[in-house]
């Protein structure tokens, strides 16, 4: 069977992330949610998505296909109805989509032939950009007994404090000394050659992805996820970083969710509570306007590629774009749209011929080349959100 999932209704609700992958390629937990589908279904999957993405994530159709909305997270019981889906029938829970079988000739689905299965059990799901780190540890217990069962970890070393060490794995090539990890409150998962420096506390969940780093002193509470390749220093809780971005030095980030490719200087602090304790709310890219979250924690959604200068202030709930540069003192509005430049003062357009140069260096340092694909996914957004900057 071909399985492929698609982004689904939720997809604008997860702007800015959603602006340079499918809904599928998010880190919640310890992986994307396609990895926690390839890993439960047996089988690599392809992707239904934005037409400017469909480059770089294709669709590949076959005769068969099971369409799986990927805003929705496996378990065991779902994974063995969809494996079991047959021609014209879907999965519904409520009234959302969750899966449903489909032929290669099939232009629209008219739901109206489908028999509908109904799911009644619990599920994740990914619908707004604050389920990221709100939902992340229920996603990391999920993820470490699926890559964990009947597997050993690596000893942990005698200078480790530890408590609940029978939920503390280390993968191989890991490594941490002279450390303290806290798994009371749920698991511990240090990746591949990931490396906890020394002087560090971690309370989980947490998540340390493969060839991730923590540096030296740092405090973090869960759940907490720090993508492959990442870097966090100084004080996080509650919070997701995806692949290769860096909170290398001292300052707070809670309550939170870092893209790819970004960089928080030296003492970057973030408010996740308001001084009132009121409700936070947070930009919506569909009304263009501010909107409730329900959360009285909530910090800063920052999407790729996006930058921030030494001793930047963010304000609680606030949602920068893609591709932006952040610097000055005082704190920057709420909403710093793609592609801008500037600070509390004020912003100009950052431009992408420039914006470009920097992400061609930037990932060339990890040894990963700033493709042609990558460049036409940026303009697309640059044009996309044009209407939101203000020079």
């Not at 780093?213 to 220093?233: D, F, R």
């Not at 509570?273 to 306007?289: F, H, I, P, S």
């Not at 909530?298 to 952040?326: E, R």
Request: overall charge negative; proline content about 4%.
């Amino acid at each position: 069977m071909n399985y492929i999932l698609f982004d689904g209704p939720s997809r604008n609700n997860l702007l800015p992330f959603t602006y340079t992958r499918p809904v599928a390629d998010i880190r919640i937990g310890i992986l994307t949610i396609r990895e926690k589908w390839e890993l439960y279904l047996g089988s690599t999957t392809t992707t239904v998505t934005e037409e400017y993405l469909s480059d770089k994530y294709p669709m590949v159709e076959m005769e068969q296909n099971v369409m799986i909305n990927a805003s929705y997270l496996p378990n065991d019981e779902l994974v063995a109805m969809i494996t079991d889906l047959s021609e014209n029938q879907a999965i519904f829970k409520d009234e959302d989509v969750i899966a449903f079988y489909t032929k290669e000739s099939q232009e629209e689905v008219n739901f109206d032939t489908y028999e509908a299965i109904e799911y009644t059990e619990s599920l994740l799901k990914v619908e707004n950009t604050w389920d990221i780190f709100s939902k992340n540890g229920e996603a990391i217990q999920d993820d470490f007994e699926l890559l964990t069962t009947n597997r050993k970890s690596q000893p942990i070393p005698a200078t480790v404090n530890t408590i609940h060490p029978e939920s503390i794995f280390i993968e191989e090539g890991a490594k941490l000394d002279f450390v303290t990890l806290n798994a009371t409150n749920g698991p511990i998962y240090i990746g591949k050659d990931a490396e906890v420096m020394e002087g560090s506390v971690i309370r989980g969940p947490f998540a340390l992805c493969d060839h991730a780093t923590v540096k030296m002193a740092s405090k973090i509470y869960g759940p907490t996820t720090v993508g492959p390749h990442s870097k966090v220093g100084g004080e996080v809780t509650n919070s997701v970083i995806f692949a290769y971005s860096n909170k290398g030095h001292d300052g707070f980030l809670g309550n939170s969710v870092i893209g790819e490719w970004c960089n928080l200087g030296a003492d970057t602090n973030n408010s996740n509570l308001k001084n009132n304790y009121a409700e936070v709310r947070l930009w919506d890219y569909q009304t263009e306007g501010f909107a409730k979250t329900g959360l009285q924690f909530c910090g800063l959604m920052m999407g790729d590629h996006s930058k921030c200068g030494i001793n930047t202030m963010f304000n609680t709930g606030t949602v920068v774009g893609v591709s932006a540069n952040i610097f000055g003192s005082g704190f920057p509005r709420n909403f710093v749209p793609s592609f801008s430049w500037g600070g509390s003062s004020g912003f100009t357009t950052y431009l992408t011929k420039k914006a470009f140069e920097v992400a061609e260096v930037v990932m060339s340092r990890r040894d990963i080349k700033f493709t042609a694909q990558d460049a036409a996914i940026l303009e697309h957004v640059f044009e996309e959100t044009k209407r939101f900057r203000r020079e």
